[in-house]
T-cell receptor, first 115, second 113 residues
Framework: NAGVMQNPRHLVRRRGQEARLRCSPM?????VYWYRQLPEEGLKFMVY????????ESGMPKERFSAEFPKEGPSILRIQQVVRGDSAAYFC?????????????FGPGTRLLVL | GESVGLHLPTLSVQEGDNSIINCAYS??????FIWYKQESGKGPQFIID?????DKRQGQRVTVLLNKTVKHLSLQIAATQPGDSAVYFC????????????FGQGTTLQVKP
């Protein structure tokens, strides 16, 4: 019974490159959340998606960041033209349904380092 | 705005003692709270949750207490073990009905042998 899977676990990019982070939710889960964690800080919500729909992107930076959750395949968090400030751990969580009271299960994260 | 905060950044306890980790929240309308444990290099792991219609909930070696009057949440770990060493976060959905979580800054629990 696989949990939430994320890859790659570690990603190194140079400034200006693109970063693609993948998340496969738990089996039977159709709701995906992305969070970012800076060193020594708590997690900050970025975006919430269901299959083929972005439900809440209130935590996404206005530029360079995008997310998708296609009908088939994993959810993708895409960061274009990365800058050093994008260095962080990015976590994906999934839940079976939407809303308060639904436990979110987290993946192991992708640690992005921008040189 | 909404915030979730923890009282202490680091808590050091002796193995076998009980640990108490505190959390304050600002949104009086919050009705669901969760504690997560994050070990080094890993993602947050669900520990226990509580709804606002309860003031106490117990799990295996853990108890969560909720005081809505002062908007305070605590996590108690009985007979703390070295494997309990981690960062502990409280989280709540805030005013959103989409379920996105607002996390506190985290308390690092260090267990001394």
């Amino acid at each position: 019974n696989a949990g939430v899977m994320q890859n790659p676990r570690h990603l190194v990019r140079r400034r200006g490159q693109e970063a693609r982070l993948r998340c496969s939710p738990m089996k039977g889960h159709s709701h995906v959340y992305w969070y970012r964690q800076l060193p020594e800080e708590g997690l900050k919500f970025m975006v919430y998606l269901q299959k083929e729909n972005i439900i809440d992107e209130s935590g996404m930076p206005k530029e360079r960041f995008s997310a998708e959750f296609p009908k088939e395949g994993p959810s993708i968090l895409r960061i274009q033209q990365v800058v050093r400030g994008d260095s962080a751990a990015y976590f994906c969580a999934s839940s079976p349904t939407m809303g308060q009271g639904e436990t979110q299960y987290f993946g192991p994260g992708t640690r992005l380092l921008v040189l | 705005g909404e915030s979730v905060g923890l009282h202490l950044p680091t808590l050091s306890v002796q193995e076998g003692d009980n640990s108490i980790i505190n959390c304050a929240y600002s949104n009086s309308a919050s009705d669901y709270f969760i504690w997560y444990k994050q070990e080094s290099g890993k993602g947050p792991q669900f520990i226990i949750d509580i709804r606002s219609n309860m003031d106490k909930r117990q799990g295996q070696r853990v108890t969560v207490l909720l005081n809505k009057t002062v908007k305070h949440l605590s996590l108690q770990i009985a007979a703390t073990q070295p494997g309990d060493s981690a960062v502990y976060f409280c989280a709540e959905p805030g005013s959103s009905n989409t379920g996105k979580l607002i996390f506190g800054q985290g308390t690092t629990l260090q267990v001394k042998p």
